[in-house]
T-cell receptor
């Protein structure tokens, strides 16, 4: 398996623009997580899905952020409109189950909002 | 709310040394604890997973221990190598399947 695949690897955009980040989890994994990593705040859980259903989105910073998982092999994280403080590395991760299963991370998307 | 702390934030050691990285968490009601490695510009790689009922896990030169009652875990790296240089993060899963990460320890192993 190719692992968790994220695209794009880098995204540079201007304030106010819409940004869409994409993730393909490992086949057979029931859980998908979106994390954000910054120097100041470390790794923060934004939202996670179980069997394509959003379970907890309490980490989503505000209404500008939205996430979807239309099927078991694809998820998106959208920011509209983007702001400079959204600049961070966004990671997608998946696991076979919850609680006692290892988490597998993608390589991340480095987002810069100018 | 679960809080995870890692000490030290950074560590530099000569090659060959045995070293210990520390992780503490505030809520002992965890399901498991994982140690991850992160290389610059890369994602996280899971190294070891310790179930809440376990005391330790070993993988090669790595040994992770868990003392749930005191809210502590340690990652022991034997005979460190320059290739071990990376940031090491611990994370705990608590109620609601929330994985909470520590801030990480940035390790540099000098040849």
């Amino acid at each position: 398996d190719a692992g968790v695949i994220q695209s794009p690897r880098h995204e540079v955009t201007e304030m106010g623009q819409e940004v869409t980040l994409r993730c393909k989890p490992i086949s057979g994994h029931d859980y998908l997580f979106w994390y954000r990593q910054t120097m100041m705040r470390g790794l923060e859980l934004l939202i996670y899905f179980n069997n394509n259903v959003p379970i907890d989105d309490s980490g989503m910073p505000e209404d500008r952020f939205s996430a979807k998982m239309p099927n078991a092999s694809f998820s998106t994280l959208k920011i509209q409109p983007s702001e400079p403080r959204d600049s961070a590395v966004y990671f997608c991760a998946s696991s076979r189950g919850a609680g006692n299963e290892k988490l597998f991370f993608g390589s991340g998307t480095q987002l810069s909002v100018l | 709310k679960q809080e995870v702390t890692q000490i030290p934030a950074a560590l530099s050691v000569p090659e060959g040394e045995n070293l210990v990285l520390n992780c503490s968490f505030t809520d002992s009601a965890i399901y498991n604890l994982q140690w991850f490695r992160q290389d610059p510009g890369k994602g996280l790689t899971s190294l070891l997973l310790i179930q809440s009922s376990q005391r330790e896990q070993t993988s090669g030169r790595l040994n992770a221990s868990l003392d749930k009652s005191s809210g502590r875990s340690t990652l022991y790296i034997a005979a460190s190598q320059p290739g071990d240089s990376a940031t090491y993060l611990c994370a705990v899963i608590s109620a609601g399947n929330m994985l909470t990460f520590g801030g990480g320890t940035r390790l540099m192993v000098k040849p």
